[in-house]
């Protein structure tokens, strides 16, 4: 059940009512407590901060929702704030607030936080569990705003509802268990959310891929008794589109489509921690639901997506250490590890993207544990042959609220992954495992404008937090939107 939204010059009848409380100021009368009282409460108003009020309104639940001070009130603490109410608010089933029109910043942007918040905080995975009830009751949230505001209100709610329910499509796609969802029918998905959503989508299978030259996917594929895809989809502006360096704006996105990583030959252990290896695509996912909010949104450059998916098995079929694969662009790779997989399969994609010579390539992919060591769980690594495009990532990583670090792209590197018998091999030394892989990327971009994302560590959260759900985080999909959507020449 998704929440619908609603904008209102009132609060109308709602079950629960969020009153906006700013740390500074007169308390709203609705709260029916002066400051002193909430304080003794223990309730400052801290951004984020709710204090659940029973009866003092009749039978109509009153939350005080605390904003902080109104001036440092973005989107940032919009979409947290509006997290935590719909958090203290999960069992009624309509609620009304005034957060969306709180604060001085831009109300569109705040609005479209504060729907994100709402859904993203009560978004669950639920298809597999016969009891449901965990779920939020929340059906309805209306938003009130001054006439004033009202316009750009609407405005980001649309936003939001667009936004939200990417990352949620993204969230479920990673969630699913492998069997449900192989590369086969991760590419009918594509096909069919791709064509509810104004893009072109081809899908290409094992011939076509053979055909093709791409070695990587499939040799990566080679264990496996599910056959790989390749998803090609491409949103094309309708009208206005930003000229980039005299041509039509074009970014290319890669996404790594691992449905299972098992590590091949190279097994990981039978540690059921690795249960989570089924979220191996979530670069992949965060892709696709990128490109299915570019047409609502009317992004204005031209966004190319490849999904490389397969997943990854031992067998008597599979990939040997020692064997030797050709890559899309020509390169030969000496494996010597087969759960350095995620290189070879974007190795393909990326010779496909830098072929068309966008102005920028960025890839997404859960490729390394060591970025995981070097950065923790909570952000994810950002490598690139160009810093402006870095730099255009970082800044969008700090209006969504997606945390991303650099790692730098050491060249001298380059000779950690010399082979005696092929171009390079796939793994480098026991060090700075997140830039070697990066340095083996960047073999397959040619001069491309290029970014790499390494979201291993936020692919997941291990319980609740904030607006994120226990599980799948679709970590990447809210940073590419706005990437794509803000685009500006490198
Ligand atoms: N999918 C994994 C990386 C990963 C680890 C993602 C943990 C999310 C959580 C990747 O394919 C992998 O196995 N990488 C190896 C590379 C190594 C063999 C060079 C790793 O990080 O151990
Ligand atoms: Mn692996
Ligand atoms: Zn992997």
Known sequence: MSITFKVSRS??????????????GPVPSEIGLNRKQLSARGFDAKVGQTLVLHGLRGSRIVVAVGIGDPRKFGPTEA?????????????????????????SGNRAQIAQAVVEGFRLATHRYTDLKND?????????????????????????????????????????????????????MMAERAVAIGQATGLDVKVYDRDQLANMGCGGI?????????????????????????????RKGHVVLVGKGVMYDSGGISLKPSDPSH??????????????????TLAALNCKVQVTAYLMCTDNMPSGSALKLGDVLTMRNGKTV??????????????????LAAESKPHAIIDIATLTGACIVALGEKVAGVLGNNDALVEQLRKASSRVDEPI????????????????????????????????AAVFLNEFVSDTPWAHLDIAGPMKVDGDDGWMQKGATAFGTRLLIDTVCNFTAV
Do not use: F, Q
């Open 405 to 436: 670090w650099p790692l730098p792209l050491v060249k001298e590197y380059r000779k950690l992954l010399d082979s005696t018998v092929a171009d390079m091999r796939n793994i480098g030394g026991p060090y700075g495992g997140s830039i070697t």
């Open 275 to 292: 249960a989570v290896m089924k979220m191996d695509m979530s670069g992949a996912a965060a892709v696709l639901a990128t490109m299915s």
């Open 79 to 103: 979409r947290n704030t509006a997290a935590a109410l719909a958090r203290a608010v999960s069992k009624s089933t309509s609620v009304s607030t005034g957060l969306a029109d709180a604060g």
């Open 334 to 351: 000496e494996i010597h590890n087969t759960d350095a997989e995620g290189r070879l399969i974007l190795a393909d994609g990326l010779s």
């Open 11 to 24: 609060s109308s009848t709602t079950e629960a009512v969020g009153v906006v409380v700013a740390s500074d």
């Open 218 to 246: 499939l040799g990566v594929n080679k264990g496996s008794t599910e056959p790989p895809r390749m998803v090609k989809l491409v949103y094309t502006p309708k009208s206005g589109a930003k000229l980039i360096k005299g």
């Open 132 to 184: 449901k009830s965990s779920a939020s009751r929340i059906e309805s949230v209306v938003l009130t705003a001054s006439s004033k505001s009202a316009a750009a209100v609407h405005n980001g709610v649309a936003r939001g509802t667009t936004v939200a329910d990417a990352v949620c499509m993204a969230r479920d796609l990673a969630n699913m268990p492998p069997a449900y969802l192989t590369a086969r």
